[in-house]
């Protein structure tokens, strides 16, 4: 190999030494890398991996369908499935590219396993191994542009309970709930014990909107639980709490979606508790300023539209407020071209729909609220620019 693709290698080695077994911030930066790179990285990353040398497009080509085999792999045991393993199974038994591979004594990995990421009370994933998941969400979830959310569910008044019943109902309660929280959710989601009575679970390829009907179908599951039924571990009626983020609207790293899932349970307790919140812009407080204008927008996600125009109302540094015409669905994904006042630049961005009125402005049927969630371009730049000036902030 070339000389610049050695020196990749050496840099991919150093990146291996320095994660360890940390594969979920080794893909995520695997991922930062590649953007950089492209295909020489993933050819180098493969040739320091199986020691097999491929043409860049074909190794991007085998890293992408490694990643998805992890996935399919981890949905179909219910288990996680580290990256290495996949690799394995992938040019094993799938592209057979590798003869003799280091045998992997299974159920010694998987003991190590269940001692090192495995909840002992309930049997969920503890928070040990929630960094190494989210990051390997935030990976694919790059690489597929689709979102994840998470939901951090809180036991409502349960340090009540535990003073009432003792703490031996208090842990026979969490294991109960803790089975239910894994009745309720899909194969390919994973529930972990976040904490004393705190569950958090994670919702590969979901949206706000899908993971709002998770968390609403499992706090009514809690809600309507019975104690006095045979087979109901409760002493008494229990209800909880939850906070949804999303990725990427509601944080582009782990620690900002938690601070959001956090933030989000705050609300739903404030509201009276045995509810369920979302982060919307309202709620992270960002200043509003008038911004009239002209823009055009196209709905690009349930479906595809044609482009129309529309007027705005006001702006802040996390959204737009526009009146239309038409409809426009709730938890639409929309693409919006807008000149900005007093300059030459037009900015294009995505966001989603948070917010729909109806009858409420004089010149369209409809006041829209929309969250942004990518920009093309300077367009960001352009935006926080102008608003800091209207505000005058330094």
Known sequence: MASDVQDLINNIVRTLLEDGRDEGHFLSRTYDLAQRRGGLFYRALLHVLTHLDFPEKEAHEHWNRITDHMADMSRKLNRPV??????????????????????????LFEAIERLTYIDPLTGLYNRRFLDQVILREISLANRLKSPFSIILFDLDFFKTYNDTFG???????????????????????????????????????????GALVIGERFRKLIACLDPNNPGCHLKSHLTLSGGIATFPQDGHDENQLLLNADRSLYQAKSEGRNTICFCTPDRRQFVRIDFICPIRYQVVEPTFNTVDSADTRNLSMGGLLFAVQQQIPLHAIVEVQVRVPESDHTVSFFGEVVRVENGVVPDGPYLVGLSFLQFEGEGQNFIIEYVKEKLKIE
Do not use: C, M, Q, W
Request: charged share 30%; proline share 3%.
């Open 82 to 107: 580290s990256f290495r393993v996949a690799l394995i199974d992938y040019f094993f038994t799938i592209n057979r590219k590798i003869e003799n591979p280091k045998i992997i004594e299974i159920e």
């Open 167 to 209: 703490h031996i109902a208090g842990d026979e309660a969490l294991r109960f709930i803790a089975n239910r929280l894994k009745d309720t959710l899909r194969v390919e989601d994973l529930a972990i014990r976040y904490g004393g009575e705190e569950f958090l679970v994670v919702l590969p390829r979901t949206s706000r909107s």
